[in-house]
């Protein structure tokens, strides 16, 4: 189907073609439109709702003034900007991709360059992105993920489902739930992972990082004056059993599975446990949980806590 992507010269071309203006007003309008880089804008907004078997939308690249909206199968032949997207259906971008507004995917986009979303994103379908994909503000892929360079984002990065990059950069928060592959690093001002497998190839760097900090068991409280050790662990157990009892889907639901760092994870505020590290643990306050490895050292600058009867080369630095 063509036409639904018509461009403001494809509608220059038919106005002269109907007589609706003459060859001089035509030339006079592409020249003003052509100085304007404005000759490959798509006009008004683009809707596809063929089906798979039922008919394809081939879309021209350049500029939609409105949103794209894709509910079965359409392709554009270059890149694409539009004010919104919305594809519930098969999209392939044979170019870049520049959203100003808000997204939606909950079918299939391809993206063979680079993909911007200016606004908040919402994909829980399957988004494949040959180069980077940039995201000015909330970033939620709860589906299947696959970036082949990096993933950057300036606000909160929620991160479930499948997910692969080269490199996850956040100046936010990066939350991970998700069986995820990051072949370098991670960088972000907090990052948070409570569930999921994740592996890194590189470094973990970020001022707050917490890895399965639902296993860290806190210090038992000491009792209050009068009331026998006794008492408190009859009055922890009358609060928390029933609490255990109303949630124990939700705690199987989530357990977690392992983090695997090739080299080393650097922070101001790191709290970690079932995770590996194959270099060294550098921070300030540090709190190490069951199930750790550290290949290297733990070097910190303020507070060191081991849960564990784990032994750890620990080196307290200026």
Do not use: H, W
């Not at 007589?19 to 804008?41: C, H, M, P, T, W």
């Not at 949103?67 to 919305?86: K, Q």
Request: aromatic letters at 4%.
């Amino acid at each position: 189907m063509e036409g639904q992507g018509e461009t403001l010269l494809d509608r220059l071309k038919k106005k002269l073609e109907e007589g609706e203006i003459d060859q001089a007003e035509y030339d006079k309008l592409y020249s003003k439109f052509d100085n304007l880089d404005l000759l490959d804008s798509i006009m008004g907004p683009i809707e596809s709702s063929s089906t798979s078997g039922q008919g394809f939308t081939k879309i021209k690249s350049g500029k939609i003034n409105g949103p794209a909206t894709i509910n079965g199968d359409a392709e554009v032949d270059g890149s694409l900007e539009c004010n919104s997207l919305s594809v519930s259906g098969n999209l392939t971008i044979r170019g870049n991709l520049t959203v100003l507004g808000k997204s939606s995917i909950t079918g299939e986009l391809t993206v063979l360059g680079d993909a911007r979303f200016m606004d908040k994103i919402a994909g829980s379908g399957s988004i494949e992105v040959e180069g980077s994909m940039y995201g000015l503000k909330t970033t939620s892929l709860t589906g299947k993920t696959r970036i082949g360079d990096d993933l950057i984002n300036d606000d909160l990065s929620l991160i479930s489902g499948t997910f692969s990059s080269t490199n996850l950069k956040s100046t936010g928060t990066i939350r991970v739930s998700a069986k995820m592959n990051v072949d370098e690093n991670i960088i972000a001002k907090k990052f948070e992972c409570e569930s999921g497998s994740v592996t890194l190839g590189g470094d973990l760097r970020a001022a707050e990082v917490y890895i399965f900090t639902q296993l860290i068991q806190e210090d038992t409280p000491e009792p209050e004056p009068g009331e026998t050790l006794g008492d408190l662990v009859n009055n922890v157990v009358s609060v928390v059993f029933p609490s255990l009892i109303n949630t124990v889907k939700g705690i199987f639901d989530i357990v977690p599975k392992k983090f695997s760092v090739s080299n080393n994870i650097e922070g101001d505020t790191i709290k970690i446990a079932n995770c590996t590290v194959n270099g060294s643990i550098v921070g300030k306050d540090i709190i190490i949980g069951p199930n750790v490895i550290v290949q290297g050292e733990i070097r910190y600058s303020n507070s060191i806590e081991l849960k564990t009867q784990s032994t750890y080369e620990t080196i307290k630095v200026d």
